[in-house]
């Protein structure tokens, strides 16, 4: 199994038009937007666990970061409800359930073994948002380590960021309303990767919230 693992590709993904997939585990589901191999190795999905619904305790050889979307999901450490940002290490381990049932944005095996930080930071608080390059913006930082930067940012409607290139290439994930670019339009749901050196001038007619990743592909672009 591989999907979308030519990162040197553009990629669109409305997802809510994809099917989900079970995995494993009885009640958890997973579209799949990026994947290495079936059972291992990089992977970029969202997670859906029905209610009471679990994954066996496990180690993330090659780390784990997420994004809670809806509902409440939780591990040892904690409950993490809707807009919660975790990182856990490579070499870290959890046992994940849910009581109510919960989405989630999941990346694995894509962190550099020597970034050790856990990570937990909910993004429904008011403070730590400042104001973006544009007018209309304001970002979240969420995550740096070398090239890497993890943010959400808000785009009241009308925002308008100029053409700018992405050396080592970006993801986006459209949490709410609507983003634009010149190569299309891109409702609540859709997952954009821009390939390392990928152009663009995006905008957001109505308003929108995004998870964005960048600086994080070139190196894998070029394996």
């Known amino acids: ?29 997973r579209r799949m937007l990026d994947r ?34 809806e509902g409440t999901f939780s591990d040892e450490g904690g409950d993490y409800g809707p807009g919660m ?53 304001t970002v979240r930082d969420l995550h740096t380590f070398g090239a890497e930067r993890v943010s959400l940012s808000r785009w009241r409607p009308g925002t308008q960021v100029g053409a700018h290139d992405h050396p080592g290439g970006e993801e986006v994930l459209v949490l709410d309303g609507s983003l634009a670019d010149e190569d299309g339009h891109y409702p609540k ?12 001038s995006p905008f957001s007619d109505e308003g929108c919230t995004l998870y964005a990743k960048s600086g994080h592909l070139a190196e894998v672009a070029a394996a």
């Open 1 to 29: 199994m591989r999907i979308n693992m030519d990162f040197q590709l553009r990629v669109v993904i409305e997802t809510e038009t994809l099917d989900w997939v079970d995995s494993p585990a009885k009640g958890v589901q």
């Open 36 to 69: 290495e191999a079936a059972k291992t190795g990089r992977a970029t999905s969202l997670v859906r666990y029905a209610p009471e619904s679990f994954f066996p305790p496990h180690t993330h050889t090659g780390g784990e970061e997420f994004l809670v979307l």
């Open 85 to 137: 940002y975790v990182r856990n290490p490579v070499g870290s381990s959890h046992r994940p359930f849910t009581k109510d049932g919960c989405v989630i944005l999941v990346k694995l095996w894509q962190m550099d073994a020597a970034d050790q930080d856990y990570v937990r930071i909910d993004t429904e608080q008011a403070d730590g948002w400042r104001p973006g390059a544009a007018d209309g913006l």
């Open 189 to 200: 749901g859709t997952w954009l990767r821009l390939p390392p050196g990928g152009r663009h």
